[in-house]
């Protein structure tokens, strides 16, 4: 998609000197090591739950792992840790973490609607 856009915009402004789009082998940023069996290690390591485990490995790739050592232990048999934001959704309390001290998120509305997805509606400035 990205090379897709590249070539648009060169042939768009008639970039006659531009270089061969690269992203091909560009890795993003987690994807050092990544596999996709990856969120089982998680799932032994954390006794986190297995949805959860895949939804990190999918959002965060290897920095799953740090998502994952920054949650707290839930109380429950199972899963032992990663607690929920809410019931329904996979996202967990360690994700919130992360966001402010490694993507330095600054506010609530910040972490949950743009990190989340969660879509909030609320009155105020």
Same mark, same amino acid.
């Given at each position: 998609?990205?090379?897709?856009?590249?070539?648009?915009?060169?042939?768009?402004? *008639?970039?006659?000197?531009?270089?061969?789009?690269?992203?091909?082998?560009?890795?993003?940023?987690?994807?050092?090591?990544?596999?996709?069996?990856?969120?089982?290690?998680?799932?032994?390591?954390?006794?986190?739950?297995?949805?959860?485990?895949?939804?990190?490995?999918?959002?965060?790739? *290897?920095?799953?792992?740090?998502?994952?050592?920054?949650?707290?232990?839930?109380?429950?048999?199972?899963?032992?840790r990663g607690v929920r934001l809410s019931k329904m959704y996979r996202y967990i309390e360690g994700?919130?973490?992360?966001?402010?001290?490694?993507?330095?998120?600054?506010?609530?509305?910040?972490?949950?609607?743009?990190?989340?997805?969660?879509?909030?509606?609320?009155?105020?400035?």
């Amino acid at each position: 998609m990205a090379e897709d856009t590249i070539d648009a915009a060169v042939q768009h402004f *008639n970039l006659t000197h531009a270089r061969p789009c690269r992203t091909k082998g560009l890795k993003l940023i987690g994807a050092e090591g990544w596999r996709p069996t990856l969120y089982l290690p998680l799932i032994q390591m954390y006794g986190i739950d297995t949805d959860v485990a895949k939804h990190l490995v999918e959002s965060y790739g *290897n920095r799953a792992w740090t998502v994952a050592s920054m949650t707290e232990i839930t109380g429950e048999r199972w899963p032992v840790r990663g607690v929920r934001l809410s019931k329904m959704y996979r996202y967990i309390e360690g994700e919130v973490r992360y966001a402010v001290h490694y993507e330095y998120a600054e506010t609530a509305i910040d972490v949950l609607a743009r990190r989340t997805r969660y879509r909030l509606k609320y009155r105020g400035s």
